[in-house]
């Protein structure tokens, strides 16, 4: 064969060749990554947030934009380099484009340097640590689904300064983590600028199984409220050791737990009088179906009763949040038509539509984060095993905060 002859002949092939590998990639399902905490210590919720999106999953359907799609999971075992190492495992080898997940701080911002070797689309139902938003708030690709610490705080401050006055006593008790360190500093700003006094501060490591040298410290300075920025079983410890050894204090707060089924059976009657902060309450707000998407965007209260007769238990902010998350990725993916990530990062930051979560609007926070959505807050507080909504003061329904049992 000639040069010539051989020379079409390697063309032809070449062409055939990249062709073939075009139609074979046409075939591929487009997959999305969704990396969470389905073991370890922040387990409770991960796995509530997988239950969300196995939930939206089966109420979409198998394809989108024409395409099936495949929903890649794994578990980071609430562990910082298990998360690197599933991250880059997600994104460098397997080239996937969109990612849901993580949603404890300290995993998520364990995070942030594998996502930026490729910059997917990357939705993160949780991390209200501000050391996202200062490390790629403004990376038009993140998209933050969660209330930052500073929104804690503000709406804490407000609702406090309403129900027990400005002039009250604050202990703090933080986990020296990501999540711990920004709440503290946060909290300790907006609480003073409020007007209340901290009188102590104490640090605790993660698992720590005896409080009581913290909480004795916390009781001989005799505050009014005791805010413990801490999570999971810290949590839980927390709640026992203070109601066993009487701490004394009238109101305990804890932004982070207060809300999840498994600590309210984990503490029993140790429970009662903790104020907790969430974005969703069952049974409490019920947001109107949205009409362009009646299947899987419906009303509050029919997706509750939907969640119920899947899971035979209520739903928790974990459950609607991440529903509400993969509804809206696979929402914007399909408007784009296909498996284009800055395409599909555009029609995701312009989706202004509403869910049984609120308004799935982004706009840009006091912080510099571009794509922000679902910051209102609900205080409520545990009486009798029930939440009762304290805040906002024109949904609360004339509740009384009540103190702590002695």
Not at 59 to 75: H, L, M, N, Q, S
Not at 317 to 329: K, R
Request: proline fraction near 5%.
């Amino acid at each position: 064969m000639s040069a010539a002859k051989m020379a079409i002949w390697t063309g032809v092939v070449a062409a055939i060749f990249a062709q073939s590998l075009r139609e074979a990639r046409a075939e591929e399902p487009i997959k999305i990554g969704v990396a969470l905490e389905l073991s370890g210590r922040f387990v409770a919720f991960g796995s509530y947030c997988k239950d969300g999106i196995d939930l939206a999953v089966k109420r979409w359907g198998g394809t989108v934009a024409g395409k099936e799609y495949e929903i890649v999971y794994r578990d980071l075992q609430s562990d910082a380099q298990t998360t690197v190492t599933a991250f880059t495992e997600l994104l460098n080898t397997q080239k996937i484009n969109y990612v849901l997940g993580p949603t404890a701080s300290p995993i998520a911002s364990a995070a942030i340097g594998p996502w930026r070797q490729t910059k997917p689309v990357w939705i993160v139902p949780g991390a209200s640590t501000t050391v996202m938003e200062k490390e790629i708030g403004e990376e038009p690709n993140f998209f933050h689904v969660y209330p930052y610490a500073y929104h804690y705080y503000e709406d804490l401050a407000h609702a406090l300064k309403h129900y027990t006055g400005p002039d009250k006593k604050i202990a703090i008790l933080f986990v020296d983590d990501a999540y711990g360190r920004t709440h503290e500093a946060l909290a300790r700003e907006i609480f003073t600028e409020s007007g209340f006094q901290i009188v102590a501060d104490e640090v605790m490591r993660a698992n720590t199984p005896d409080l009581n040298p913290s909480l004795t410290k916390i009781r001989s300075v005799r505050p009014d409220i005791l805010l413990g920025l801490v999570q999971s079983t810290d949590a839980i410890t927390l709640a026992k050791q203070a109601y066993t050894r009487n701490l004394k204090v009238p109101y305990l707060v804890n932004p982070g737990t207060t809300q999840q089924t498994d600590w309210q059976a984990a503490v029993g009657e140790a429970q009662e009088g903790w104020i907790g902060l969430t974005t969703y309450v069952p049974d409490l707000v019920n947001w109107p179906a949205n009409p362009l998407y009646p299947k899987v965007f419906m009303s509050t209260d029919e997706w509750e009763t939907m969640f119920e007769s899947e899971f035979k238990h209520k739903a928790n902010y974990n459950n609607i949040m991440c529903y509400t998350n993969a509804i809206q990725l696979l929402i914007a993916i399909d408007k784009v038509g296909g498996d284009d990530k800055d395409k599909v990062a555009s029609e995701l930051a312009n989706l202004d539509t509403m869910s049984p979560y609120g308004s799935t609007k982004f706009s840009k926070t006091r912080g510099g984060t571009r794509n922000q959505a679902f910051s209102d807050l609900l205080i409520f507080q545990r009486q009798k095993n029930e939440n009762i909504l304290l805040y906002p003061l024109s949904v609360a329904r004339n509740a009384k905060l009540i103190a702590a049992p002695k």
